[in-house]
């Protein structure tokens, strides 16, 4: 059982370049979210699905873009990446209160 | 002001102590209250959870909600260099616009040396 998987693990782009993140679930899980993990600013929800076809905006969803693509997958896109999109980018799903994570794409913009 | 606060840290304990870690919120109609442990480069796991006041124990860590002080702890007893990582507090209320809206503190990093 996997759980969330992400990918890639790691990945350094240059200003201006695009990239897409990848997650996808096999908890059989309605909802997912995307959040990036920043030095002393916390998990901050960048967007999030709360069912299959639907999308919306989190805290933080300046520069991306999101994909609900089925039940299992949803995918994170930012279109002209910035330095300030550098970050630990996190996918989760969950079905109950709380939320279960993957283990992250570390992301430098450069 | 954030809606969870949480000391960043770092907390460094030599093995064996009990560890008091903590966390304050504002919004009086939280009603859910979650620890996630995250060990460095990975990503957080529920570690334990609550619904409303009270205590939980599970093994060597008890959960504490005081809803009156708005003060969420965890408690490690016995501590072990295994449990070095990053503690994230969450909190949600019962009804979140449409979503299961979940706030994170930034996470206390922990150190248990041997």
């Known amino acids: 059982n996997a759980g969330v998987t992400q990918t890639p693990k790691f990945q350094v782009l240059k200003t201006g370049q695009s990239m897409t993140l990848q997650c996808a679930q096999d908890?059989?899980?309605?909802?997912m979210y995307w959040y990036r993990q920043d030095p002393g600013m916390g998990l901050r929800l960048i967007y999030y699905?709360?069912?299959?076809?639907?999308?919306d905006k989190g805290e933080v969803p300046n520069g991306y873009n999101v994909s609900r693509l089925n039940k299992r997958e949803f995918s994170l896109r930012l279109e002209s990446a910035a330095p300030s999109q550098t970050s630990v980018y996190f996918c989760?799903?969950?079905?109950?209160?709380?939320?279960?994570f993957g283990s992250g794409t570390r992301l430098t913009v450069v | 002001q954030k809606e969870v606060e949480q000391d960043p840290g770092p907390l460094s304990v030599p093995e064996g102590a009990i560890v008091s870690l903590n966390c304050t919120y504002s919004n009086s109609a939280f009603q859910y209250f979650m620890w996630y442990r995250q060990y460095s480069r990975k990503g957080p796991e529920l570690l334990m959870y609550t619904y409303s006041s009270g205590n939980k124990e599970d093994g060597r860590f008890t959960a504490q909600v005081d809803k009156s002080s708005k003060y969420i702890s965890l408690f490690i007893r016995d501590s072990q260099p295994s449990d070095s990582a990053t503690y994230l507090c969450a909190s949600r209320d019962l009804f979140s616009g449409g979503y299961n809206k979940l706030i994170f503190g930034a996470g206390t990093r922990l150190a248990v040396h041997p």
């Open positions: 699905s709360a069912s299959e076809g639907t999308t």
């Open positions: 908890m059989n899980h309605n909802s």
């Open positions: 989760a799903s969950s079905e109950g209160p709380g939320r279960d």
